[in-house]
């Protein structure tokens, strides 16, 4: 009674199913890309270390001692080298 047309054909059915699964691969990667973004945890960032810092850490962790440490902290923040002993 309400039929018009010949109805729908094997081409209409292909596209509603294909358009059916694209519309919620869409949705589902939506809510996964918001759950993702709200969720995430900033990683911090790796920076590297100054030289006087990884000085610092040496001294800090006992592998030069304090003579060292001054000696080679003036070298780096002058700029010149101490003269080799003999």
Request: hydrophobic fraction near 45%; aromatic fraction near 12%.
């Amino acid at each position: 009674m309400f039929w018009y047309g010949p109805g729908m054909a094997g081409w209409g059915y292909a596209l509603m199913t294909i358009g059916m699964v694209l519309f919620w691969a869409l949705v589902i990667f939506g809510v996964v890309a918001l759950v993702r973004s709200f969720t995430r945890v900033d990683q911090p960032t790796t920076t590297r270390s100054t030289p006087e810092q990884l000085l610092a850490e040496r001294f800090a962790r006992g592998e030069i001692d304090e003579h060292e440490y001054h000696q080679r902290l003036e070298v780096l923040r002058n700029g010149s080298r101490p003269l080799a002993k003999s």
